[in-house]
């Protein structure tokens, strides 16, 4: 069992590796990418992600997932190799549902829907964007119908990133929380609003950025191993724990916008570098 289980865990490495290359293309797509590069970069990103598809559902990658799946009881249910053969194999079979050339399609037309986004931000023309944003749409469809049946189209979607939960309990988390919302904003409406002037006057960037780094290296942000850059939406991406980045945005009289932005994506960049080396 070990020697398999250390078998899967080289060619899950070789997939973490070849999705970080993809997310260093993403990275610089929206932050020093000439926009030109696009369609170029479309492409690329879409042989990266055949490329992780065929080794994460190929046979060699089936066959140990079905041996170690059989074998798992041998294992404490909580142990790190446990619940990884448990993660691993539950993405291989999902994985193994949804057609390469779809997975491909998908990278290659959200690139160059970036690029057509931030063209229709700055012109402030949705029409701009729709062709590209209805495609999306069309393809998220076609990844759902690889799951058919199922009680809702976001079902699929959503196990992506919280595996086993269902349209129909979020739904339930937020009806219940709706009508408290509702009323607390009303109630806050009815209150003397407070002097709120400050936040829209005009800073300029360099002090915006010079604060915003001040105050997530007191958060104890790790500059060694990130760094933060420009980006028309802010996000955060990693290559490994040792290189985490994070981007912000600004705007002259809205210096909340950057403040905020830079404190929340360090906060998903500290998760990241906080990951166990041993993992």
């Known amino acids: 069992m070990e020697e398999k289980l250390q078998k899967l865990k080289e060619i899950l490495g070789e997939i973490t590796d070849l999705n970080a290359a993809a997310a260093l293309l993403g990275w610089d797509q929206q932050t020093y990418m000439p926009p030109g590069g696009a369609e170029g970069r479309g492409y690329q990103l879409s042989t990266l992600a055949r490329l992780v598809h065929e080794?994460?559902?190929s046979e060699e990658t089936g066959r140990l997932l079905e041996d170690l799946a059989a074998?798992?009881?041998q294992l404490d249910p909580a142990s790190d190799d446990a619940c990884l053969i448990r993660f691993a194999y539950h993405e291989y079979q999902k994985q193994t549902r949804v057609p390469a050339k779809l997975v491909s399609e998908y990278?290659?037309?959200t690139a160059v829907a970036h690029e057509?986004?931030?063209?229709?931000?700055a012109a402030a023309d949705f029409k701009i964007f729709q062709p590209h944003l209805e495609r999306i749409v069309d393809l998220r469809r076609q990844y759902a119908d690889c799951f058919a049946p199922y009680e809702h189209v976001y079902d699929p979607l959503l196990d992506d990133f919280e595996r086993g939960?269902?349209?129909a309990e979020v739904r339930a988390i937020f009806n219940e929380l709706r009508p408290q919302q509702v009323a607390l904003i009303r109630a806050i409406g009815e209150r003397s609003q407070v002097e709120d002037g400050f936040l829209f006057l005009e800073?300029?960037?360099q002090a915006q950025w010079d604060f915003g780094v001040d105050v997530i290296t007191r958060f104890g942000y790790d500059w060694n191993r990130g760094r933060q850059d420009k980006s028309l939406h802010p996000f955060t991406t990693g290559f490994g724990i040792d290189d985490v980045r994070i981007t912000t945005r600004f705007d002259p009289k809205r210096s909340f916008a950057a403040l905020f932005g830079t404190m929340h994506e360090a906060g998903h960049a500290m998760y990241e570098q906080g990951i166990s080396r041993s993992l």
């Open 55 to 57: 080794r994460a559902t």
């Open 71 to 73: 074998q798992a009881d």
């Open 107 to 109: 990278a290659q037309v």
């Open 116 to 121: 057509a986004w931030a063209k229709a931000r």
């Open 165 to 167: 939960m269902k349209t």
């Open 203 to 205: 800073y300029p960037e």
